[in-house]
């Protein structure tokens, strides 16, 4: 049951690059979108999110496109720092005007910024 | 910032053995959650609980589990008789109120059947 995909199990970017991680989902009663990151031996940490009303998110660093159309959204980092070496994880939420739905989660994107 | 904590950080048990994992939500949390990953599989759903009852669970959450919140601040999972295959990690979450999409983890309890 793969609702929400990331086909991209690794990706390597030079530190002071962006950094875009990808993220496609099947159903389409999913309407928020959020983006953790995770380190070995720590829970997934909240990273940024976004409703299905809007196409992009902004926070520092981090920026969130949603594409409704093609079921996909993606996170950018730019510029890249060593800290933001990590699992980021793509989640969705099908709970209509309330929050408090499950979350299902993707397989994972391990990131690597080299220095 | 408050921060969701859980205990114990690994806890290894017999297969048939039944074991307690604790939780300790952000204290002003209505919804809380528990959700498993399987070494090298994707974080899975397992039950959601607000005002004492649970919510929502998933096909996983069988029999052998429950979930209690016994007191204001902690939330358990039971496991009631172990078997090799729960041997994950296990996270709990939990969110501010029924407005809110953006769910808050601790850091896990590494669970080992042998």
């Known amino acids: 049951d793969q609702q929400v995909k990331q086909n991209s199990p690794s990706l390597s970017v030079q530190e002071g690059r962006i950094s875009i991680l990808n993220c496609d989902y099947t159903?389409?009663?999913?309407?928020?979108f959020l983006w953790y990151k995770k380190y070995p031996a720590e829970g997934p940490t909240f990273l940024i999110s976004?409703?299905?009303?809007?196409d992009k998110n902004e926070d520092g660093r981090f920026t969130v496109f949603l594409n409704k159309s093609a079921k996909h959204l993606s996170l950018h980092i730019v510029p890249s720092q060593p800290g933001d070496s990590a699992v980021y994880f793509c989640?969705?939420?099908?709970?209509?005007?309330?929050?408090?739905?499950?979350?299902?989660f993707g397989t994972g994107t391990r990131l690597t910024i080299i220095p | 910032e408050p921060e969701v904590t859980q205990t114990p950080s690994h806890q290894v048990t017999q297969m048939g053995q039944e074991v307690i994992l604790r939780c300790v939500p952000i204290?002003?949390?209505?919804?809380f959650y528990w959700y498993r990953q399987i070494l090298g599989q994707k974080v899975e759903f397992l039950v959601s609980?607000?005002?004492?009852?649970?919510?929502?669970k998933s096909e996983i959450f069988d029999d052998q589990f429950s979930v209690e919140r016994p007191d204001g601040s902690n939330f358990t999972l039971k496991i009631r008789s172990t078997k090799l295959e729960d041997s994950a990690m296990y996270f709990c979450?939990?969110?501010?109120?029924?407005?809110?999409?953006?769910?808050?983890f601790g850091p896990g309890t590494r669970l080992t059947v042998t």
């Open positions: 979450a939990s969110s501010r109120d029924r407005t809110s999409y953006e769910q808050y």
């Open positions: 159903n389409s009663m999913f309407d928020y």
């Open positions: 976004i409703s299905s009303i809007k």
């Open positions: 989640a969705a939420s099908a709970g209509g005007y309330f929050g408090n739905e499950k979350l299902t």
């Open positions: 204290s002003n949390h209505l919804y």
């Open positions: 609980f607000y005002n004492n009852e649970i919510s929502e």
